[in-house]
C-alpha cells in the first residue's frame, strides 16, 4: 500500500472524526447553555416558591388551624362552674386556672378555679370571702 492509497482508505475515518469533534464541540455548547440558564431557572423558581411561601404564611393564623382532637390526660372541673375541662392539669396552670387541688370525688381528678370565675372573683372583692 502506497502513502497515497492509505491515505485515501482512511479518509472516510478522518471526515467521521471531524464529524464527532463537531457534535461534541455542539454538546458542549448545549450542555453550558444548560448549566448557565438552569441556575436562571432556579433561582426564579426559588424566589416564586418563597413568595408563595410568604403570602401562605401571612394569611395562615395558627388560631384558625384545625386542631387535633387529644384526648384528655387530666380532668378538671372549676369548683364554681362547668367550664370546660382544660386537656391536664399543665394546660390548666398555662390557662391561668388557680386553687388546683386533688379532687376526692369520682367525677374529677383535680378541682379548681377557672379564669373566668377567678376574674369575677376579683371583680367583687366582697365575694371574696364566699369562696
Ligand atoms: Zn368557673
Not at 497515497?4 to 458542549?28: C, D, H, T, Y
Not at 370525688?105 to 379564669?115: F, H, K, T, V, W
Request: glycine share 4%; aromatic share 6%.
Amino acid at each position: 500500500m502506497t502513502a497515497e492509497e492509505f491515505s485515501e482508505a482512511i479518509q472516510p475515518l478522518v471526515e467521521e472524526l471531524k464529524a464527532i469533534r463537531e457534535a461534541l464541540g455542539e454538546i458542549r455548547e448545549d450542555i453550558q447553555w444548560a448549566v448557565r440558564n438552569a441556575q436562571d431557572y432556579l433561582s426564579a423558581i426559588n424566589d416564586a416558591a418563597d413568595e408563595i411561601r410568604g403570602e401562605v404564611l401571612a394569611r395562615v393564623r395558627w388560631d384558625d388551624l384545625p386542631k387535633p382532637h387529644l384526648p384528655s390526660e387530666e380532668t378538671i372541673a372549676c369548683a364554681h362552674c362547668d367550664a370546660d375541662s382544660p386537656r391536664s392539669l399543665a394546660e390548666a396552670v398555662e390557662l391561668g386556672w388557680s386553687r388546683l387541688q386533688s379532687s376526692d370525688g369520682i367525677g374529677e381528678d383535680y378541682l379548681g378555679q377557672c379564669p373566668d370565675c377567678a376574674k369575677k372573683i376579683d371583680e367583687v372583692p366582697a365575694q371574696r370571702e364566699l369562696f
